[in-house]
C-alpha cells in the first residue's frame, strides 16, 4: 500500500467540482483500492458522495490510501491531481 | 387578436411565437412487479438524463458562465456514483418501482448533505434532489425542463430561481408572468438580460396559446396574441426605432463619460448574484455601485459560511479585472427573510428591524459577512456600505465592530486591501444629517427608492398609493441636493444607486447637484453614458 497525505490549499476546501474531480481521477486506476481520510472520516475515494461528504476544508490534511498492482503510479498521479487542483 | 395589460420591466419590443411554461406535477408509478425490468428502465432513464445534462452543459457554460455549468457538472457526477446506484439497486430488488427508488435514495443523500456543518456542502442537498427530480420526472414519461425549437416569449405563472437556470434563456425574447412584481426574480432577470417583459400580465395561462403569434410592448406594459397586420406594422416600427437607438449606444461603449463641458461622473451597475458581472462587464459598466449581498442568505436553512461568503465576492471582485465593486451588506428585514434568521413578525417591516439594525443587534451575522469582504478585497478593489443608517452613533458603532474585525484578521495573518467604507442614504434622518455622518465615512451612495419611500410616508409596494409616490417630489430632490454638497464639503464621494439614477430626465440635475457616481442596470448604463456626453453641465 502507497499512502500520500495532501494540505488542502483551495480557500474553499474540497468542493463539488473537485471532489468530482477526484472520485474520477481515482476511478481511473480500477484495478486500484483507494481510500481518503480527512480526520477521523474514511471513503472510498471513487465515489463522489463520500468524498463530498468529507466537507474537508482549507489546511485540512487528507490521507489518500493506495492499494492494487498498480499503487506507485497511482499515487504517483492522485498527488500530482491534489498539486494541481487543491 | 387578444390585448392585453401588465406591469412592464424593460422597455423593447419583442415578437415570436408563445411558449407556455408550466412546472410540471409527476406522480410515482409503482413496480410492475420485476426488478429486472424495473432495473433497465431505470438504466434507460438514466442515460436520458445524462443527455439532457450534458446538453444543458453546453448551453449555460455559454450562457450563463462556469459556475452554473459546473453545477450540472457536478450532477452528472452524482448519476453516477456508486454509493447513490447502490442504494437504488438495493430498493428495486426490494420491490420498488424505479421512481420510487430513485426518489427515496434522493431524499436518503439530500438529507446527508443538508445535516453537514459546512453551509456550502449543505446547499449540495438541492443538487441531489433537482439530478434524482430529473430522472423520475424521466421514468415518469414527462419532459423534464423546457425545450423550445426556436426564440419565442415565455408565459408562466411566475419562475423560481431554479427554474430560470433550466429554461433556454438565449431563445426567450421575452417573459410575460402572471405573477412577480418589479423585484421579483423574472424581472431582475428581464432588466439584466435587457428583454423587454411583463409582470403581473392580466393573461389566461392555457396551453391553447402555445405557438401562436405574441408582441410584447415593453415601453406601453402592453401585450397582443394572434395581433392584426395594423398592429404588427405599427409594432415593426416601434421596434426599428429601439434597434436604431440600440446601435446608437453602441458608439458610447468603452468611452468615457463625460460632458461636453468637461465634468466627470462615473457609470456603475447593480447587481444581485456574483453571474450578473458578465452582464455588467457587457453593459459596459466602470464598476459595480451596489451589489446586493441577500442572494447569499435567501432561499436555504441556515447561515452561510464566511468561506461560501467570500468565495462570492471572490468571484465579483475577479470579474471585475481591477474595477471596484461597492459591496451593500445584508439588507433584509421581516418582509423579505429566511426563516432561519427567526425575526419576529412586525407590523411595520419598512420601519423595523432591518438593514444594519439586524447587524448591530446580531454582531455574529455582521462579522462573518465583513469578514469574507475583507478577504475578497485582498484581490482587488473593494468599497463596502452599511444600509438603514440613520444616526451618526450607528456609524460608529458599526466601524468599531469593523475595527475588530480587522485588527483580529491582521492578527490571523490575513491579507486585507484598502477597503473604503461607505453609507447607504435612504433615510430622511441620515440625508439631514449628511454634514455630521460625512466625517464619519469615506463615501455616501443615495438609495432613491427607500429614501422617497420615507420621506414622502409613502409605501411603494402599495398599488393603491400610485401617483402619491413622486421621486421628482421637491423635499426629495432638496435632500438630494444638500446630501451631495455635505459630501463635497468633508472632501468624500457620493453617488446614486436607486432606479432614479437611470432617469435620464435626472442626469442634468443630479450631474448639476454635483453626484460623483450613478450606479444602474448594466442594460441601462450605455443610455446613461450617451446622455451623459450629450450634457452641457459644467465641472464644479
Known sequence: MKTITYVIQDPIGLHARPAGQLAKAAGAWKECDIKITVGAKTVDAKRIMGVMQLGAKQGNTLTLAVSGPQEAEAAAALEEFLKNNL | ?540
Open chain 2, 1 to 540: 387578436m387578444i390585448v392585453g395589460n401588465g406591469h412592464p420591466v424593460f422597455s423593447g419590443i419583442a415578437m415570436g411565437r408563445v411558449y407556455v411554461y408550466k412546472s410540471g406535477q409527476a406522480t410515482l408509478p409503482t413496480s410492475c412487479g420485476d426488478p429486472a425490468e424495473e432495473k433497465k428502465n431505470f438504466e434507460a432513464a438514466k442515460l436520458v438524463a445524462l443527455e439532457q445534462l450534458q446538453a444543458l452543459v453546453d448551453q449555460t457554460a455559454a450562457t450563463l458562465g462556469e459556475e452554473q455549468a459546473m453545477i450540472l457538472d457536478v450532477q452528472m457526477m452524482m448519476l453516477d456514483d456508486l454509493d447513490y446506484l447502490d442504494s437504488i439497486d438495493a430498493m428495486i430488488q426490494n420491490g420498488a418501482s424505479a421512481a420510487e427508488a430513485v426518489k427515496e435514495t434522493g431524499d436518503t443523500f439530500a438529507a446527508t448533505f443538508a445535516a453537514m456543518e459546512d453551509a456550502y456542502m449543505q446547499a449540495r442537498a438541492v443538487d441531489v434532489r433537482d439530478v434524482s427530480g430529473r430522472v423520475v420526472t424521466i421514468l415518469c414519461g414527462g419532459k423534464v425542463g423546457f425545450s423550445m425549437e426556436e426564440p419565442g416569449i415565455l408565459i408562466a405563472e411566475d419562475l423560481t430561481p431554479s427554474e430560470t437556470v433550466q429554461i433556454p434563456k438565449d431563445k426567450i425574447l421575452a417573459f410575460v408572468t402572471r405573477q412577480g412584481s418589479s423585484n421579483s426574480h423574472t424581472a431582475i432577470l428581464a432588466r439584466i438580460m435587457g428583454i423587454p417583459s411583463l409582470v403581473k400580465a392580466h393573461i389566461d395561462i392555457d396551453s391553447e396559446l402555445d405557438g401562436r403569434m405574441m408582441i410584447v410592448d415593453g415601453f406601453e406594459g402592453r401585450y397582443f396574441i394572434d395581433p392584426d397586420a395594423e398592429v404588427i406594422r405599427l409594432m415593426e416600427e416601434k421596434k426599428n426605432t429601439a434597434d436604431e437607438y440600440q446601435r446608437q449606444l453602441e458608439t458610447y461603449r468603452g468611452k468615457e463619460s463625460i460632458t461636453k463641458q468637461g465634468r466627470k461622473v462615473k457609470l456603475f451597475a447593480n447587481i444581485g448574484n456574483p453571474s450578473d458581472v458578465e452582464h455588467a462587464l457587457k453593459g459596459d459598466a466602470e464598476g459595480i455601485g451596489l451589489m446586493r449581498s441577500e442572494f447569499l442568505y435567501l432561499g436555504r436553512n441556515d447561515f452561510p459560511s464566511e468561506d461560501e461568503l467570500f468565495n462570492a465576492y471572490r468571484q465579483v471582485v475577479e470579474g471585475l479585472q481591477g474595477r471596484r465593486v461597492v459591496i451593500r451588506t445584508l439588507d433584509i428585514g421581516a418582509d423579505k427573510q429566511a426563516d432561519y434568521f427567526h425575526l419576529d413578525k412586525e407590523e411595520n417591516p419598512a420601519l423595523g428591524l432591518r438593514g444594519i439594525r439586524i447587524c448591530i443587534r446580531r454582531p455574529q451575522v455582521f462579522r462573518t459577512q465583513m469578514r469574507a469582504i475583507y478577504r475578497a478585497s485582498a484581490l482587488g478593489p473593494v468599497s463596502v456600505m452599511f444600509p438603514m443608517i440613520a444616526s451618526v452613533w450607528e456609524v460608529r458603532k458599526v466601524w468599531e465592530m469593523c475595527q475588530q474585525i480587522r485588527e483580529e484578521m491582521i492578527q490571523e495573518g490575513l491579507d486585507i486591501g484598502d477597503v473604503e467604507h461607505g453609507i447607504m442614504i435612504e433615510t430622511p434622518a441620515a440625508a439631514l444629517m449628511a454634514e455630521q455622518l460625512a466625517k464619519e465615512v469615506d463615501f455616501f451612495s443615495v438609495g432613491t427608492n427607500d429614501l422617497t419611500q420615507y420621506t414622502l410616508a409613502v409605501d411603494r409596494q402599495n398599488p393603491s398609493l400610485d401617483g402619491f409616490y413622486d421621486p421628482y417630489h421637491p423635499a426629495l430632490l432638496r435632500l438630494l441636493r444638500e446630501v451631495a454638497e455635505s459630501a463635497h464639503k468633508a472632501g468624500i464621494w457620493c453617488g446614486i444607486c436607486g432606479e432614479l439614477a437611470a432617469d435620464l430626465t435626472m442626469t442634468d440635475t443630479f450631474l448639476d447637484m454635483g453626484y460623483d457616481e450613478l450606479s444602474v442596470s448594466p442594460t441601462r448604463v450605455l443610455s446613461l453614458r450617451k446622455k451623459v456626453c450629450e450634457s452641457e453641465v459644467y465641472p464644479k
